[in-house]
């Protein structure tokens, strides 16, 4: 007597970790193939954006559409995975730079639409229009007019190195002195964040894949359990590890005080 018990339906602990291992094998075999995917589509949004923005936040920002994509796939819908990922990658990027932008979308609108107006009336008069041309083209009053391009000034970002009316003076001159915006802070940062980009990508897929779900996406460890298919333990493990991979490598990569200068004083010595 078996109690019903169904002998073909049964599976081992060891058979289910063989299948669940050769879906996590086939799901990281997605995510490279469809990597030149991610970078393309971020490479051509990066195209139209100003320098400030780094491409390979937006590389890191569309693997987690591409992980998202192919964790949500449904072959039965009759959409091919390629395109339904470069519908989530683009999602992704898109959401990001819109928690980025610091301007209200409005205003970003006004700005194209006065761009857009004073374009099309130079090409007509063959001169810079006035306030009162770009109004009416518009359809609103001179005032409002006036206080869309008020606006739309302030959304332009100058160089710290342009001259201003005095002769000889310029704006880097008379910026703040609070010293987390001296350059040599900022270079610090800069050369921190670099630092941190090459520590994350020498991590392994797992612990990379967690501490950007985590950090990025800012989802909970039972989340990310859920999209990686794994208990909430290992999640927490895979964190701790990745944290401590990060700590060790800036560490041995970070120069501490004087440092930075013998290492100058030794160069300059070879040359």
């Given amino acids: 007597m078996n109690g019903g018990f169904n002998k073909e339906k049964a599976q081992t602990p060891m058979q289910a970790t063989v299948e669940s291992t050769l879906n996590q094998n086939e799901r990281e075999r997605l995510i490279m193939e469809n990597m030149p995917q991610v970078k393309l589509i971020a490479r051509r949004i990066h195209d139209r954006l100003p320098g400030n923005i780094s491409l390979d936040d937006l590389v890191s920002t569309g693997i987690i559409g591409l992980i998202s994509a192919i964790d949500r796939y449904d072959a039965t819908q009759g959409v091919k995975l390629k395109t339904y990922a470069e519908y989530k990658i ?111 990508d020498r991590l392994p897929y797992n612990e990379r894949t967690v501490l950007s779900l985590y950090y990025l996406e800012e989802l909970t460890l039972r989340e990310i359990a859920t999209v990686m298919e794994v208990h909430e333990s290992r999640v927490s493990q895979l964190k701790t590890q990745g944290l401590s991979r990060l700590r060790n490598y800036l560490d041995h990569s970070w120069p501490t005080r004087g440092q930075a200068k013998d290492a100058a004083k030794k160069q300059a010595a070879r040359s």
């Fill in 90 to 200: 683009r999602g992704a990027i898109l959401d990001s730079l819109r928690q980025m932008d610091w301007a209200p979308r409005q205003q970003r609108k006004r700005a194209r639409l006065i761009e857009s107006a004073v374009s099309q009336l130079e090409q007509d008069l063959r001169r810079q229009p006035t306030d009162d041309e770009v109004a009416t083209y518009l359809g609103v009053e001179v005032a409002e007019y006036q206080e869309w391009a008020g606006d739309a000034h302030s959304l332009s970002v100058g160089s710290l190195d342009m001259a201003w009316d005095e002769p000889g003076s310029e704006l880097i001159n008379n910026i703040s002195d609070n010293d987390q915006h001296w350059p040599s802070r900022l270079l610090e940062k800069s050369e921190l964040n670099r630092l941190l980009v090459r520590a994350v």
